[in-house]
């Protein structure tokens, strides 16, 4: 098993706030470089044979591929990264309690509030001006992009020593490029984007 402590979530760059991407740090564990479709997987198996339990709760996909609800064809993350205390990635020899995987599991432990007020709040901003373009399309205009992420967390005493609140909340927004393709078709002509014989 191997731990993933506060700090380390907090010092260790990433890109996509997915505090699954930690899960990297494990012996034998990898995660995918596909920003459309973050998984984890370990033990040279698919990410279908993997789980991740947050205080105790399985996030287990049980409709799609992927191993944990959220990861299919997707650029999010299960649980915002503000809440995650801690998190340990086991890929051997975990307890029959740990159900729906085979090779590796999160187990995860979220912030709470305690008796004292504390909060963070982040902001991350990167346009097109502040990536690189590949070698080949260089030639290229770049095209639109840009991607923003912010995030607040609040925590603290309802009633002390007894009613404790924590809060957090992310939201990323991305602006990417896309491709146009104009098809024409002999015989067809286009009037005001209505094709007729």
């Known amino acids: ?19 699954l991407n930690f899960a990297a740090l494990a012996p034998g564990v990898a995660v995918t470089p596909d920003a459309e479709n973050k998984q984890f997987r370990a033990g040279a198996t698919s990410a279908n044979q993997v789980n991740v339990f947050i205080d105790g709760q399985s996030q287990k996909n049980q409709v799609l591929q992927g191993g944990t609800m959220g990861q299919d064809s997707s650029r999010g993350n299960p649980f915002p ?7 340990k990635v086991s890929t051997q020899n975990f307890k029959a309690e740990y159900e729906q995987a085979g090779t590796a ?3 995860a432990v979220t912030k709470t509030g305690g008796n004292d007020f504390h909060g963070s709040a982040f902001v991350t901003y990167q346009s097109k001006d502040m990536i690189g373009q590949p070698y080949f399309q260089r030639s290229a205009p770049k095209g ?22 924590y809060v957090a909340y992310e939201h990323r927004k991305d602006q990417r490029p896309t491709d146009a393709v104009n098809i024409t078709l002999p015989g067809f002509e286009s009037e005001n984007g209505v094709f007729a014989k």
């Open 1 to 19: 098993a191997t731990s993933i402590s506060q700090t380390q979530i907090n010092s260790l760059p990433q890109n996509g706030r997915n505090f």
């Open 81 to 87: 990264q503000l809440a995650i205390q801690e998190f």
């Open 105 to 107: 599991i999160i187990s």
């Open 144 to 165: 639109d992009y840009q991607n923003t992420e912010y995030g607040v967390d609040i925590g603290g005493p309802i009633v002390k020593d007894l009613l404790h609140f």
